[in-house]
Structure formats: C-alpha cells, structure tokens
C-alpha cells in the first residue's frame, strides 16, 4: 500500500469538520478498499487511535477489507423488490456465479452485495451494475450485462 | 427549433432513458432535424418512463414508455410534431394521472431544467427566499409554523417548533443538515427531487439558514444514490454562481456509507462528525445541542423543499389545504406490485384504499392486492380491511401504522408474510447501531422464533414468545429502528395469522 497517496488523501480533506468519512470514501476509491494498512495512517493524520477509525471502518457496510471484483452488482433485497420477485432473482444470480452475498467469484469477476433499497422501487426489482441503475431486471440479463462487463 | 424533453431521473436511467436519447440524437442528425434534448427530472409516472415529451403549441406531449429501438418509427409517425400514436399519452399536464394531484413540493419536477437557474427562476424559483428575507427571520419562522408543514421524515414534528428552538438557543454558531439518507424501502421522493429539482433544496435550506441564522449547511445522501449525488454536486456549483448559496451561507455534500441507522437524525450527526453511527440519547435535542455540539434543524429533504413554497404562496394557502392535523400535501410513492407506480402528490386525506386501487391502478401482475406496506421498513402491513384508512399522520397511527415518508409498497396474494415479518426482523438485525440489547440480539431471536413457528414447533408458545419479544423491542429500544420493528411483524401475524400456520417442510 502506497502510504504517501493516504497521506495526501488525509491532507486534500484537512479542511473539512469531521472528515473521516469523506477520506474513507476517498481511500476506497483509490484502492478499491479500505487496506488494514491505511488505519494507522489515517489515525495519525488525524489524531485518532487505531480502534477509533477501524471502529467506523467496520461500522458502515460500504467499506470493504479487500478489492472487489471487477465488476460490482449491488442487488437490492428489500420490499419493494420482494415484492416483484427480488428474491428469487437474487438467489438464481448468487447460484449462477456460485457465491453467496458480499462475495466475490472465484475467477475474482464478480462481487455481489446487497442493497436496501435503491430508490428504484417504482420500477422494481433494481440492481446498480458499476454504479449504473437497472430496472425491472431479470436474472438472464442482470448474468449477462455483468458478463459483458468482463 | 424542436424541444424535446427526456428525464434522467434514476429511475427513467433504469428503464433505459439514456438508449433512447442516443438514438434520439443520431436520427435526428442522419435527417437534418435541428432538435435540443433537455434532461429533465421525471413526472412521477414512472410506469411510462422513459417517457419522450415533445414541446407543442398546445403543451408539452408525451409518448412512453418508448424503447430506444422504437425512435426511429416514433419520428416518422410524426412524435416531434405530437401526432397521435398508440404511445402517445397526449398533453402530460392534462393526464388524468397528472390532473388529479396538487403539486407543491414537485411543482417543478419533471418540467424544469434542474441545472438551469434561468429556468428555475422563470417557474417562480427564488420567490421564497426573497420573500423570507423581506419579511424577515422571526416572520419567516412564524409562517412555516402557520403552515402547519410537519416533518416529511417520518416522524411528522412540526418544522416552524423545530426552527424556533434552534434560533432562540444561544449559539456562535448554527447549522442546517438535510437529512436525504431516504433509507426507506419504497421511497424515492427525496431522490427524484434531488435530481429532478435541486435547486429547490438549496433554496428551502437557505430560507431555513436565514430563518435560525445558520452560516454552514450539510447535506447528508445516501452512497446508493449515485445519480442523484452527482447532479446535486453539480447544482451547489449553479447556485453558488447564481449567488443562491456561497456569501453568508453555504452547502457541502456529504455521503454517507450504507447504514440505515444513519437515517435517524442523531446517528447521522454522528456519522457526520466522522464517528459510528451510533443513536445519541435525547435530551440534548438537536436544536439544541447538535452538529459539534451547536444547535442545529434536521430535516428532510421535502420539508426543506417545501418550505420556498410556502414562503412564495403564503402559510394559509399551504395551511388550506390537508386533513385533519396533517396540513398541505404528501408526495406519496407507490412501488412494488402496483401497475401505476410512482410518485403522487396530494393533500392528505385520500384513503388507502383510493390510493392504493385507483391511483396505483391495482397490482401489476393483475392478481389481487393482498397486503400493503406503508411508511418503510418500520411500518406496519395493511390488509384490504384497513383501506378506508385516511391518509394521514393520526389516523394511521390509531391503526398501530405509519405514513413515514410517504412510501407505500404494494404486494398481490402470493406474498408470504410469514417470510415479511421474518424479513423486518432480519432488516433491524442487519442495521441495528447496536446500543441496545433488544434491537440487537432481539431481532435475531425474532428470526428464530418466526422460523420455529412455520416449522410447527410448539406454535402457540412460540407466537407468545414473539409477542412478548416484540413488547420488549417496543420498551427496550432508544429509537424507532429497534422500537418500530414490531409494527411490520405484529400487523403481519394480526391481519394475516393463517400465513403462520405450521407447514409441510417442502413448502419452507
Ligand atoms: C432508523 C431511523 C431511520 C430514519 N431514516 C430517515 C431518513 O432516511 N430520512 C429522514 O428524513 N428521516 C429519517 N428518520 C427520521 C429522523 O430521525 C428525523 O426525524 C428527521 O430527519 C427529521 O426531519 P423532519 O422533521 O423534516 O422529518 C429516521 C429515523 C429512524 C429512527
Ligand atoms: S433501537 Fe437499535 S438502532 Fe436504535 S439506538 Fe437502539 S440499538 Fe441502535
Ligand atoms: S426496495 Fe428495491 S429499490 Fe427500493
């Protein structure tokens, strides 16, 4: 891990009140994670301890340990999507890439996280793929516009 | 030359608004048709979306919902001069759809440029805030408390209370926080404003900044709604450049990291000050000890947004309008199995039941409805029995609900509610911010217990265990996460228990 590129990350946020969050964001866009690594780093710039940042790091669901797979499908699971089948299209695609939630496919491709409700619930059931929102999906094209992504 | 208006609302996205633009473009390049496509937010119908509105000279016309593939054909049917065709839903402002509902909040939404502060400004944007200013902070707080407005998060408090309180606390510093985590499942209003109509935020907070004397704004998103962050980033800018917001008082945007309990006023203070999102114990109110220990207003994004409204039009005129003590509008969400969903505004007072059978138009898979869900994920489940419930915040309280932010989730007879209660339970253990022992062992007990009943083991013991689990999550929690769970789970075994009947194995 490039500990210069957090320092910097720490030093761009060093105006903010609170700036804890926007750096965790800031370093997970850089490496794609959260590194063990990086807690001190930040702890130190900012005058925390240890068990402070890695406390909010492992508080909120969006920051991950270790890189993603290439492609993110983030599913939705809650009602709304129930309601139109969210479930059983879920569990066909998790089946499909042979990994259960917050996984990621052994050819390291695909990881698949679950989402409460991405405010798609007019045109349910919904899943972001790379950021990118999808309504009404099937599991046949949510499998194949993840594959495409490959 | 022709205007054509196409949103980008995340929802319109979903359904492949984008596809449609690109083609849009390149036909009426290959024809040497002059065309300016504006990006909008959405009308709200989003059964139609994409929906492609063409301007005329008798209004705007719409046709949707129309597949990418399908534009070539439109055009030659005569789509930019508004000819008919099966598509063809007519003047958008004359759908019956449209017709029925009173649009104070989204007033804008779905017409206006949301990046254009001309364009805001010529649909009656800025008038509020100049009004507040004319009439100064006490008047301006007192009209917000005349109107009657009450919190759109949830809770329904009294916005003009809330401003009060933090404008008499005795401060060197105060700050507005929008609250637009819009946790709740079948919600979206907040999003689709955000996209659709941003610079009506801005404005709402900065009447609210004028009015407690606020210098530092933050608004608060969720990291689910890329869309709508990205356009309200770029709105900040607009309004930083149309003076709206840059001088005495600013904006920043902040995201949030996929909790649901930072939805909840304190936990979201917390996050914001870089810490767990953890509930903080009340008292000290946020208006009076908030953000960094300085009074501060929480509110929704459409409390905010509705307040430039009520400042332009007058408190009575907001105040005339409602049910009961519930006064103005609600932008309601219809979602889930329902074949009109999307976003309906109207004054309180509609029953469930009209809103559910003749604005949602029923199930989209045409079945029966069965159940509705209504004010999120801490809301209680309706049956048909109940739909001559009024909307409105007192009368679904009676009936142990919530009208919350708005949502209503609709589902058709194959729905299991034995598997939406076990659902609530699972959703509070997931999200639980873990201060309180109920919420968060509890709801996993809860899990259990629901799993053990369908199983047929000692049923009638078990059903009392669940009830009894439930009062405890009620007494034992310090917010509605933990304290409201036991709405979903007991309306569930209440109006449906023959969903909780034991099962053969096979049908687990
Ligand atoms: C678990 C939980 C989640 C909540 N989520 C939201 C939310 O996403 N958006 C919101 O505006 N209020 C939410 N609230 C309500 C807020 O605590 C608070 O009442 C609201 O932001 C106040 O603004 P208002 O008075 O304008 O409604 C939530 C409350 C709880 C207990
Ligand atoms: S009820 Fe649950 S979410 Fe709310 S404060 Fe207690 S533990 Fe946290
Ligand atoms: S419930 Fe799935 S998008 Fe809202």
Redesign the pocket.
């Known amino acids: 891990m490039d500990t210069d590129r957090v320092k910097a990350i720490c030093a761009a946020h060093a105006g903010l009140e609170g700036p804890l969050l926007p750096i965790l964001h800031a370093v997970q866009a850089a490496f794609g994670c959260v590194p063990k690594d990086a807690i001190p780093v930040i702890a130190h710039e900012l005058n925390l301890s240890r068990a402070e940042v890695y406390g909010v790091v492992s508080f909120y669901h969006d920051f991950r340990e270790a890189p993603a797979g290439r492609c993110i499908l983030k599913i939705c699971r809650a009602e709304a999507c129930q309601a139109v089948g969210g479930a059983e299209l879920a569990a066909t695609v998790l089946r499909h890439f042979a990994i259960d939630w917050k996984e990621t496919s052994a050819d390291g491709r695909v990881t698949i996280e679950p989402v409460y409700c991405l405010g798609l619930c007019s045109v349910a059931p919904a899943a972001l793929v790379d950021g990118e929102p999808h309504g009404r999906i099937d599991p046949v094209h949510l499998i194949a516009m993840a594959e495409r992504k490959l | 030359m022709m205007r054509v208006f196409v949103s980008s609302d995340a929802a319109a996205l979903a359904m492949g608004a984008d596809g449609v633009v690109r083609v849009l473009r390149a036909t009426a390049e290959t024809r040497k048709i002059t065309l300016e496509i504006v990006r909008t937010g959405s009308r709200g119908m989003h059964w139609l979306e994409p929906l492609v509105e063409v301007e005329t000279a008798s209004g705007r016309v719409g046709y949707g919902p129309v597949k990418a593939s399908e534009v070539p054909a439109l055009i030659d049917a005569g789509m930019l001069e508004g000819e008919a065709h099966p598509l063809c839903i007519g003047v958008v402002d004359q759908h019956p759809w449209m017709k029925r509902q009173t649009r104070i909040t989204f007033v804008r939404c779905g017409i206006v440029d949301p990046l254009s502060a001309d364009d805001y400004a010529k649909l009656g944007g800025f008038e509020g805030l100049k009004r507040a200013r004319e009439v100064g902070a006490a008047a301006t707080i007192e009209a917000i408390t005349k109107s009657g407005l ?8 009294p ?1 003009g209370i ?1 401003w009060k309180t933090a404008a008499d606390a005795k401060a060197d510093r105060r700050y507005v926080v929008c ?6 499942s079948g919600t979206f209003a ?1 999003r689709m404003i955000m996209e659709g109509d941003p610079l009506s935020l801005i404005e709402g907070m900065a009447i609210a900044a004028f009015a407690i004397g606020a210098s530092k704004g933050y608004v608060y998103a969720r990291s689910e709604y890329p869309q709508a962050n990205a356009t309200f980033a770029k709105a900040l800018d607009v309004a930083r450049a149309a003076k709206l917001i840059g001088t005495t008082f600013d904006i920043e945007l902040r995201i949030g990291a996929g909790a ?2 930072c ?6 203070l917390e996050s914001l000050e870089g810490k767990r999102g953890q ?1 903080r114990a009340k008292p000290p109110l946020p208006a009076h000890e908030g953000l960094f220990g300085k009074p501060t207003i ?7 947004c509705t307040a430039p409204w009520i400042m332009a039009h007058g408190a009575d005129m907001y105040a005339s309008i409602g049910f009961g003590r519930s006064r103005g509008t609600m932008p309601i969400q219809l979602a889930g199995n329902v074949k009109h969903a999307g976003l309906f505004e109207a004054p309180f007072g509609m029953t469930l039941g009209q809103i559910v059978d003749e604005i949602g138009g029923g199930t989209m898979t045409g079945r029966p409805v069965r159940a509705v869900q209504c004010g999120g994920p ?1 809301g209680a489940y309706f049956p048909r029995a109940l739909f001559d419930t009024p909307y409105d915040y007192e009368a679904f309280a009676a009936r142990d609900g919530l009208i919350g ?1 708005g949502g209503i989730v609709v589902f058709d007879d194959t729905v299991d509610m034995a598997a939406q209660a076990r659902f609530a339970m699972e959703f509070c253990a997931i ?1 639980s911010c873990g201060k309180c022992t109920p919420c968060r062992i509890g709801s996993t007990r809860g899990v259990e217990v629901i799993d053990r009943i369908v199983a047929g083991e000692k049923r009638e013991m078990n059903l009392a265990l669940l009830e009894d689990l439930c009062r405890t999550l009620k007494l034992g929690s310090l ?3 933990g304290g ?1 769970t036991p709405y979903p789970v007991m309306s569930a075994v209440r109006h449906f228990p023959e969903d909780f009947k034991a099962r053969s194995s096979s049908a687990l």
């Open positions: 009450r919190g759109r998060g949830g809770a329904g408090f916005a809330k609250n637009a985590d819009e946790g709740d907040d649901y309990v939805g909840e006023e304190t936990a979201l509930v929480v509110n929704n994004v459409l409390t905010l801490l932010h999200e917010c509605a996460l409201f």
